[in-house]
């Protein structure tokens, strides 16, 4: 599955860089992340929750940001085993550009499934993983606008 989508934050771009590397943040954007320690440099351990149609897991796995382009770009990147239900693999591009006052925010998604996940139909899982990206990338956008108001 791949997916490629842009938005505009009404945030100047260093700020939402810094968010970009900002571990709290991340960990509150992920969907259904539970745990989420290391560092940014070493990547990052993380505990997972999904449901993905009548399947739900818990993932273990690492977070990673590579590909980094300070201030305009980088790839994060995820992969966790979740036990009996499968793996799940996946990573955004994220490209940062000004937009007047804003920042235009755009990032290609990719996922791949495996074991008892990849069962249940590619247009399910699709549907799924375009839902789980724009919900981080929902997140992640107020996430920066509390970080200018507060």
């Avoid at 791949?2 to 991340?26: N, T």
């Avoid at 509150?28 to 449901?51: H, N």
């Avoid at 739900?56 to 009996?84: H, M, N, Q, Y």
Wanted: glycine share 12%.
């Amino acid at each position: 599955m791949k997916m490629v989508e842009e938005r505009v934050i009404g945030v100047p771009p260093d700020i939402v860089w810094a968010s970009i590397l900002d571990a709290e943040v991340l960990k509150s954007c992920i969907p259904g992340c539970e745990e989420l320690s290391g560092s940014l440099e070493e990547g990052f351990e993380a505990v997972v929750v999904q449901k993905v149609g009548p399947v739900k897991a818990t993932f273990r796995g690492a977070v990673f940001l590579r590909d980094i382009d300070p201030g305009k770009s980088c790839r994060l990147e995820g992969e966790g085993k979740g036990g009996a239900a499968g793996f799940a693999k996946g990573g955004a591009l994220v490209r940062l550009e000004p937009d007047g006052d804003g920042t235009k925010l755009s990032y290609e998604v990719e996922a791949k499934i495996g074991g008892k996940l990849a069962q249940l139909g590619s247009r399910l899982i699709d549907s799924v993983a375009k839902k789980l990206a724009d919900r981080f990338f929902s997140r992640f956008e107020e996430a920066v606008v509390a970080r200018v108001q507060n």
